[in-house]
């Protein structure tokens, strides 16, 4: 026992004094194997900052570390170094340079195995000790809070000291502990992101790999993942770099997400918030769907990207299914929505002259005011958005708008010279406008009269997001062409296609339009994956259910500052009375409750969660909403809250 103490000692006395040599500017990230090397990392870490005060220590572990020579069962020394570091045990351990720990400033976090000597010594000298049951009972990020205040009161900085056998052998592969009930390393990441936001975090301590469990890197890949989490730069500085290298095209929220899961997301300091957006639409499965990733990972292991100048032997099965699944002849796939708008605008335009038989250059296309179909030069010329046309004009020509929800305005404005009228079944950017029963079904009667192709754009509504597969079905609608995107990529990559049948897309050939990236097989292998989702889940019939109770909860329990409350299936909108709360301020507020949300048209808050919410989570955020609006409007006598 005395040569292996001497060896101890002597090894803690040599990473004590690396870490005095090291420039106080520089941040301490320590990679050991043992976790007895503590015993020279956090005195010397004290000493750091004794000119200041006191170090305080989180230690993540599951054991206790507290024997001393006289209660050791085993005589194993790596039993002994938070003893050590609290000044209790054999002289050589306690006698490192530096000052030892107050007690009452030190937490331990995960532990799930000790000896009884262990804890009554713990408990004596006022350690906090948060076992697996307590975090299994309250969350690992509000413990992580609580040993936040622990560590931090009255005292100068704070240290981590991170022993991998804290996590459970199942989400972790490199530990040597295989007792089960551990940490998972996706809750202990997160909660790690709290550091960030901690000014007196003075050092990070990472023990216990064993690269030899590790073949395949993944334990190094969760301890790159842990430092990162802990060490990355925090929101104010990522929102900074943002603006100041980044084009101000944008205006986000002040958030900075750092990993999703189903319908929730976290940020960099590790709030977690509800996502009531996914994505405009484009996360329907959630967030990290596990088909869907293993879909994504196969793939890009086999072929990513080969341009369209080959064939590929995933696209030609997504195209099959895409025409099977919706009833139509042809698909055209591309990237994104615009490209997908922008694909059909010229497909039809070229059927009116091929089979139509309009005069050269004159074949024009109806839209609806108030439209969101993006933001190419020829797309925002058909707009009626002041600001998203301002400055970027001369645009195309042979564009006519009419007003939305107004078939008699459609009637009147077609001439032998129309092309096509685009259309969205629900106006979602346009403030979650849902037009009146019928409106599209005696659209699709007009264009058949009048021999002009309707178009649907299902780029936000379609795949279910609506309470049926297409939002058109919803009045029995099969138009001449669809516009599919955002949720087809899964949440993962951006996969369109524009759908129609032969008689209106053959009138392409090769050349007359393409995109090196559209049809790539990695999406065309996550959008079949997204297609068998669909049918196998429906849940386009989680999307009616649920968006009939989130409008009815919403509406019942509106306060004064909501106006309206419309949508259809979990495409919904709440109206503001801007002259008690604007929209954008309203985003803000519920952000900070935890509710991830976006404004549209200053008046309109929208709610999108991902289809597979479920009826208790949907429950607690609507609570969450209800709350928050039902304050802002108590507030109301103090004047209209702004941004």
Same mark, same amino acid.
């Given at each position: 026992?005395?040569?292996?103490?001497?060896?101890?000692?002597?090894?803690?006395?040599?990473?004590?004094?690396?870490?005095?040599?090291?420039?106080?500017?520089?941040?301490?990230?320590?990679?050991?194997?043992?976790?007895?090397?503590?015993?020279?990392?956090?005195?010397?870490?004290?000493?750091?900052?004794?000119?200041?005060?006191?170090?305080?220590?989180?230690?993540?572990?599951?054991?206790?570390?507290?024997?001393?020579?006289?209660?050791?069962?085993?005589?194993?020394?790596?039993?002994?170094?938070?003893?050590?570091?609290?000044?209790?045990?054999?002289?050589?351990?306690?006698a490192i340079p530096g000052p030892r720990l107050d007690p009452h400033n030190v937490c331990i976090i995960g532990a799930r195995s000790w000896e009884p000597e262990e804890f009554e010594r713990l408990q004596r000298l006022g350690v906090t000790i948060f076992d697996m049951a307590t975090i299994r009972e309250r969350g690992l990020s509000a413990v992580f809070s609580d040993a936040l205040g622990v560590v931090r009161r009255n005292t100068a900085a704070f240290g981590v000291t991170l022993d991998l056998d804290a996590l459970d052998p199942t989400s972790f592969p490199a530990v040597t502990c295989l007792e089960s009930?551990?940490?998972?390393?996706?809750?202990?990441?997160?909660?790690?992101?709290?550091?960030?936001?901690?000014?007196?975090?003075?050092?990070?301590?990472?023990?216990?790999?064993?690269?030899?469990?590790?073949?395949?890197?993944?334990?190094?890949?969760?301890?790159?993942?842990?430092?990162?989490?802990?060490?990355?730069?925090?929101?104010?500085?990522?929102?900074?770099?943002?603006?100041?290298?980044?084009?101000?095209?944008?205006?986000?929220?002040?958030?900075?997400?750092?990993?999703?899961?189903?319908?929730?997301?976290?940020?960099?300091?590790?709030?977690?918030?509800?996502?009531?957006?996914?994505?405009?639409?484009?996360?329907?499965?959630?967030?990290?769907?596990?088909?869907?990733?293993?879909?994504?990972?196969?793939?890009?292991?086999?072929?990513?990207?080969?341009?369209?100048?080959?064939?590929?032997?995933?696209?030609?099965?997504?195209?099959?299914?895409?025409?099977?699944?919706?009833?139509?002849?042809?698909?055209?796939?591309?990237?994104?929505?615009?490209?997908?708008?922008?694909?059909?605008?010229?497909?039809?335009?070229?059927?009116?002259?091929?089979?139509?038989?309009?005069?050269?250059?004159?074949?024009?296309?109806?839209?609806?005011?108030?439209?969101?179909?993006?933001?190419?030069?020829?797309?925002?010329?058909?707009?009626?958005?002041?600001?998203?046309?301002?400055?970027?004009?001369?645009?195309?020509?042979?564009?006519?708008?009419?007003?939305?929800?107004?078939?008699?305005?459609?009637?009147?404005?077609?001439?032998?010279?129309?092309?096509?009228?685009?259309?969205?079944?629900?106006?979602?950017?346009?403030?979650?406008?849902?037009?009146?029963?019928?409106?599209?079904?005696?659209?699709?009667?007009?264009?058949?009269?009048?021999?002009?192709?309707?178009?649907?754009?299902?780029?936000?509504?379609?795949?279910?997001?609506?309470?049926?597969?297409?939002?058109?079905?919803?009045?029995?609608?099969? %138009?001449?062409? @669809? =516009?599919?995107?955002?949720? &087809?990529? +899964? *949440?993962?990559?951006?996969?369109?296609?524009? !759908? $129609?049948? /032969?008689?209106?897309?053959?009138?392409?050939?090769?050349?007359?339009?393409?995109?090196?990236?559209?049809?790539?097989?990695?999406?065309?292998?996550?959008?079949?994956?997204?297609?068998?989702?669909?049918?196998?889940?429906?849940?386009?019939?989680?999307?009616?259910?649920?968006?009939?109770?989130?409008?009815?909860?919403?509406?019942?329990?509106?306060?004064?500052?909501?106006?309206?409350?419309?949508?259809?299936?979990?495409?919904?909108?709440?109206?503001?009375?801007?002259?008690?709360?604007?929209?954008?301020?309203?985003?803000?507020?519920?952000?900070?409750?935890?509710?991830?949300?976006?404004?549209?048209?200053?008046?309109?808050?929208?709610?999108? %969660?991902?289809? @597979? =919410?479920?009826?208790?989570? &949907?429950? +607690? *955020?609507?609570?969450?909403?209800?709350?928050? !609006? $039902?304050? /802002?409007?108590?507030?109301?006598?103090?004047?209209?809250?702004?941004?």
């Amino acid at each position: 026992m005395e040569e292996r103490l001497k060896s101890v000692a002597g090894l803690a006395r040599s990473v004590a004094h690396q870490l005095a040599a090291l420039n106080p500017a520089r941040f301490p990230l320590i990679l050991g194997g043992d976790h007895a090397i503590a015993i020279g990392t956090w005195p010397a870490i004290a000493s750091r900052v004794a000119t200041r005060g006191t170090l305080g220590l989180i230690w993540i572990d599951a054991h206790l570390d507290s024997h001393t020579g006289a209660s050791t069962h085993s005589g194993n020394i790596h039993g002994m170094p938070l003893a050590a570091v609290l000044g209790e045990g054999d002289s050589l351990l306690t006698a490192i340079p530096g000052p030892r720990l107050d007690p009452h400033n030190v937490c331990i976090i995960g532990a799930r195995s000790w000896e009884p000597e262990e804890f009554e010594r713990l408990q004596r000298l006022g350690v906090t000790i948060f076992d697996m049951a307590t975090i299994r009972e309250r969350g690992l990020s509000a413990v992580f809070s609580d040993a936040l205040g622990v560590v931090r009161r009255n005292t100068a900085a704070f240290g981590v000291t991170l022993d991998l056998d804290a996590l459970d052998p199942t989400s972790f592969p490199a530990v040597t502990c295989l007792e089960s009930g551990g940490l998972a390393a996706d809750e202990l990441s997160d909660a790690l992101l709290a550091l960030r936001a901690c000014p007196d975090f003075a050092a990070l301590e990472i023990v216990e790999y064993v690269p030899g469990l590790d073949p395949l890197g993944a334990g190094a890949a969760w301890i790159a993942e842990f430092a990162g989490a802990a060490l990355g730069p925090g929101t104010a500085l990522l929102r900074a770099k943002e603006q100041h290298f980044g084009a101000h095209n944008y205006a986000p929220l002040p958030v900075v997400f750092h990993r999703g899961q189903g319908v929730w997301l976290w940020d960099v300091e590790g709030r977690r918030y509800l996502d009531m957006m996914s994505a405009y639409s484009a996360v329907s499965f959630g967030h990290g769907h596990p088909r869907l990733l293993r879909a994504l990972n196969d793939q890009a292991q086999r072929l990513a990207l080969t341009s369209r100048a080959y064939s590929t032997d995933r696209l030609p099965l997504l195209l099959e299914r895409l025409c099977t699944m919706f009833g139509y002849e042809r698909a055209l796939p591309v990237n994104t929505g615009l490209e997908a708008v922008e694909t059909a605008l010229k497909t039809v335009r070229k059927w009116a002259y091929k089979v139509k038989g309009v005069a050269p250059d004159r074949a024009g296309i109806i839209a609806c005011e108030g439209n969101f179909h993006g933001r190419s030069i020829a797309i925002v010329g058909m707009s009626s958005e002041a600001q998203y046309r301002d400055g970027f004009g001369p645009f195309p020509p042979g564009f006519t708008l009419v007003p939305y929800a107004d078939a008699d305005a459609l009637e009147a404005a077609i001439t032998p010279d129309t092309a096509a009228f685009l259309v969205e079944a629900v106006q979602g950017e346009g403030g979650i406008i849902v037009p009146p029963d019928g409106y599209l079904a005696r659209c699709a009667e007009i264009c058949r009269r009048n021999n002009v192709l309707l178009v649907v754009d299902e780029v936000q509504t379609g795949l279910g997001r609506t309470g049926r597969l297409l939002a058109c079905e919803h009045e029995g609608v099969h %138009p001449d062409g @669809v =516009i599919l995107g955002k949720a &087809l990529g +899964g *949440g993962l990559l951006p996969v369109s296609a524009f !759908l $129609a049948d /032969a008689a209106v897309m053959d009138v392409l050939h090769p050349g007359d339009h393409g995109s090196t990236f559209g049809g790539n097989p990695l999406g065309a292998a996550v959008a079949l994956e997204v297609l068998d989702l669909l049918e196998e889940t429906r849940p386009w019939e989680n999307a009616a259910r649920l968006g009939e109770h989130l409008m009815r909860r919403l509406a019942d329990g509106a306060p004064p500052c909501v106006k309206a409350v419309r949508g259809r299936g979990l495409l919904v909108g709440i109206e503001l009375d801007p002259r008690i709360l604007d929209a954008a301020t309203g985003a803000e507020l519920l952000l900070a409750r935890g509710i991830a949300t976006k404004d549209t048209h200053h008046t309109v808050l929208r709610f999108a %969660p991902p289809l @597979v =919410i479920d009826d208790a989570v &949907l429950d +607690g *955020g609507i609570d969450v909403i209800l709350d928050t !609006l $039902a304050t /802002a409007s108590r507030r109301r006598e103090h004047g209209p809250l702004h941004g």
